[in-house]
């Protein structure tokens, strides 16, 4: 079973909306959480980066909360663009560094 | 400027030839990493190297091979390529600090016929 769950697979939203997306996850004993976006055929490029002790981190239009209590991350995006629309993958990390991938979120944003 | 490159971005070929993937990156980042990523499905680590003459296999049993012989330079090796090859595969590097993230190269899609 995968130590990193995300949901929702996949959403489509209008251009200027907001969303959620959500990261569970299992690895213990944990060091970071990140979220990356990946565009198709691209590698994932990273948005965020918390530790233990951050329960929130914004980047842009991008924020991400934590709850490191009941391992929980979530990704908002506020008033959404078309470049938008790739895959988002949530990666726990171990305090042995050892790295946890999400399936990944897509986002599709249409016009 | 500082990056991480992956050639070829596609390629193509007949089953049983030998390809290499090459990944550089300039950062001078000790550890790097080898990636295989399916269509919609997370990212499976297949090799990794620490630094110089340094390699590991990863979560994921792979067929392919690597090599470190460089700090920038770490290829990934198939003797002979089939079809059960085919995916997406990622190359990433990081500086390996608590926090500190891993930098991922534009992937090299192959396609095995």
């Known amino acids: 079973k995968n130590q990193v769950e995300q949901s929702p697979q996949s959403l489509i939203i209008l251009e200027g909306k907001n969303c959620t997306l959500q990261?569970?996850?299992?690895?213990?004993?944990?060091?970071?959480l990140r979220w990356y976006k990946q565009d198709t055929g691209r590698g994932p490029v990273s948005l965020t980066i918390?530790?233990?002790?951050?329960n929130t981190k914004s980047n842009g239009r991008y924020t991400a909360t934590l709850d490191a209590d009941t391992k929980q991350s979530s990704l908002h995006i506020t008033a959404s663009q078309l470049s938008d629309s790739a895959s988002y993958i949530c990666v726990v990390s171990a305090a042995d560094y050892k790295l946890s991938f999400g399936a990944g979120t897509t986002v599709t944003v249409r016009a | 400027e500082a990056d991480i490159y992956q050639t070829p971005r596609y390629l193509v070929i007949g089953t049983g030839k030998k390809i290499t993937l090459e990944c550089s990156q300039t950062m001078g980042h000790d550890k790097m990493y080898w990636y295989q990523q399916d269509p919609g499905m997370e990212l499976h680590l297949i090799h990794y190297?620490?630094?110089?003459?340094?390699?590991e296999k990863g979560d994921l049993s792979s067929e392919s091979t690597v090599s470190r012989i460089r700090t920038e330079h770490f290829p990934l090796t198939l003797e002979s390529a089939r079809p059960s090859h085919t995916s997406q595969y990622l190359c990433?590097?990081?500086?390996?600090?608590?926090?500190?993230?891993?930098?991922f190269g534009p992937g090299t899609r192959l396609t095995v016929l």
């Open positions: 990433a590097s990081s500086d390996g600090l608590a926090g500190g993230g891993q930098f």
């Open positions: 918390m530790t233990f002790s951050e």
């Open positions: 190297s620490y630094g110089v003459n340094s390699t």
């Open positions: 990261c569970n996850y299992t690895v213990s004993p944990f060091s970071n």
